[in-house]
């Protein structure tokens, strides 16, 4: 398994960050599924994807050679990924009030984040 995490959008300039970042991940997994129909039919294994996102402030910088994302938003975005389901994406309340209703969003209910406490999530169905 890979893990890979990405920033991006700027929550204090960028309203529509939260699309941005929503639709970018509607297209991961379209790709993967196409992916994996190819797949099928060659008789390789598939691919699984679970993504995870949450919107908040982060620190960025370079240790040496190695860009990085610091902050109580990336170990939240990681919570968002590790406790969501194969071939979804899994995302924060926070997320979901930047959407503003542009996406079309399932309620998971309240699940428990490792040292968060409980909190509201949501599927990402597709964007509008």
């Not at 700027?10 to 997994?29: M, P, Q």
């Not at 993967?32 to 190819?38: C, D, F, S």
């Not at 079309?104 to 599927?123: A, C, D, M, P």
């Amino acid at each position: 398994m890979a893990t890979v995490t990405c920033g991006g959008g700027d929550t204090f300039t960028a309203k529509n960050h939260a699309r941005e970042v929503c639709g970018a991940a509607v297209d991961i997994l379209k790709f993967v599924e196409g992916t994996n129909i190819q797949y099928e039919a060659l008789g390789k294994p598939r691919w699984d994807v679970r993504i995870g996102i949450h919107s908040g402030p982060v620190i960025a910088g370079t240790a040496g050679n190695i860009f990085d994302i610091w902050g109580d938003a990336v170990n939240i975005a990681s919570r968002m990924e590790s406790s969501g389901e194969s071939g979804k994406i899994h995302i924060s309340e926070k997320t979901k009030d930047y959407l503003e209703g542009s996406a079309n969003l399932s309620h998971r209910g309240e699940i428990e984040l490792k040292n968060k406490g409980k909190w509201s999530t949501y599927f990402l169905e597709e964007m509008k």
